[in-house]
Structure formats: structure tokens, C-alpha cells
């Protein structure tokens, strides 16, 4: 007994409607607003990965006891957090010697967990001070080798004329 190729079951498996043969193309338009919805569900994805990713390893750290970290790796934008909360603390009187407050350094440690979503700890933000500090006095002792002209800063090197501005430190 055989397969007869002429029965009518057998015929829709052997034939292609035409409807199948067509392919529909989008428009220019179309085709850009498709690839749109894809970029945005791509940087979503990613956007999650790497909050995961940064939640994974500064909050728990590697081998240690979740909420401690050996290394609090910072990024840029917390380092602009850090120094715009520090600068305002200073101009409002909270940093009475060489140091600052207890609640300046609590302000910046809320900002930078709450912004980015990380654990950021008092230890963390008091070690990177004294980094800042650290690189402030060789920035001070480059000026201070400056035969006398540190305070003057080009605004503009592209500039045909160099506009000069005086620098209060």
C-alpha cells in the first residue's frame, strides 16, 4: 500500500497557497519605528542587567556577608553626587574645620544609595574624602610651581584671542 500523491488530504501538504508566497515589507517608516520598539526593549534589558549586576556586587561583594563590600566601586555620576552635596554642605556652614559633619556625610551616603541604587556606607564616602583631599593638595602644590601664574586659566583654546579669567582658590 502506497501514498497516492493525488488524494486530496495529501494535496494541501505538497501545494503553497499564494498567500504564504508573499512576503509582507513594511514601510520606511514602518521599518524604523520596528527597529525603535527593538532598541528600546534592547536598553531595557540591558538597563536590568546591569542594575542586577551592580546590586550583585557592591551590595553583596564577592565572598563575603550580604551588605558588605570589600571594594565600593564609584562611577562618575555618584562622583558628581559627591562633590555637588559636600560643596552645598560647605557653603551652608556644615564644615566647621578640616572635616565635615556627621550629617553631611549621612546626607551624601542617602543620595548616593537612593540615586543608583547601591549600598553606600559612611566608611565609603569618608574614604573617598580623603582621596579628594589627597588629589586636591598635589593639585595645590602643581599651582604653588607655577611661577606666579596660576591664576590665570584659558577659558578658550580655540580661540584666536585667549580670554583669561582670574582663579580665587
Same mark, same amino acid.
Do not use: P, S, W
Given at each position: 500500500m502506497g501514498v497516492d500523491l493525488n488524494d486530496l488530504l495529501n494535496?494541501? @501538504? &505538497?501545494e503553497e497557497s499564494e498567500s504564504d508566497l508573499i512576503i509582507p515589507t513594511l514601510t520606511e517608516r514602518e521599518e524604523r519605528e520596528e527597529a525603535r520598539e527593538w532598541s528600546a526593549k534592547r536598553d531595557e534589558i540591558a538597563q536590568t542587567m546591569w542594575?542586577? &549586576?551592580m546590586a550583585r556586587n !557592591?551590595?553583596?561583594g564577592k565572598g563575603n556577608k550580604e551588605g558588605t563590600s570589600k571594594k565600593f566601586r564609584r562611577t562618575k555620576p555618584m562622583?558628581? $553626587?559627591? @562633590?555637588? !552635596? @559636600? +560643596?552645598?554642605? +560647605?557653603q551652608k556652614g556644615n564644615k566647621p574645620s578640616n572635616t565635615f559633619k556627621t550629617v553631611s556625610i549621612k546626607r551624601v551616603v542617602e543620595a548616593i544609595s537612593e540615586r543608583?541604587?547601591?549600598q553606600c556606607? +559612611?566608611?565609603h564616602v569618608e574614604n573617598h574624602l580623603r582621596t579628594v583631599k589627597a588629589q586636591w593638595q598635589i593639585i595645590c602644590k602643581i599651582?604653588? @610651581?607655577d611661577d606666579g601664574n596660576q591664576d590665570l586659566v584659558p577659558l578658550d583654546c580655540y580661540n584666536e584671542e585667549d580670554e583669561e579669567?582670574? $582663579?580665587v582658590a
Open positions: 494535496q494541501g @501538504l &505538497y542594575t542586577d &549586576y !557592591i551590595r553583596m562622583e558628581h $553626587v559627591f @562633590l555637588e !552635596i @559636600l +560643596a552645598e554642605e +560647605a543608583f541604587q547601591v556606607d +559612611a566608611k599651582r604653588d @610651581l579669567v582670574n $582663579v
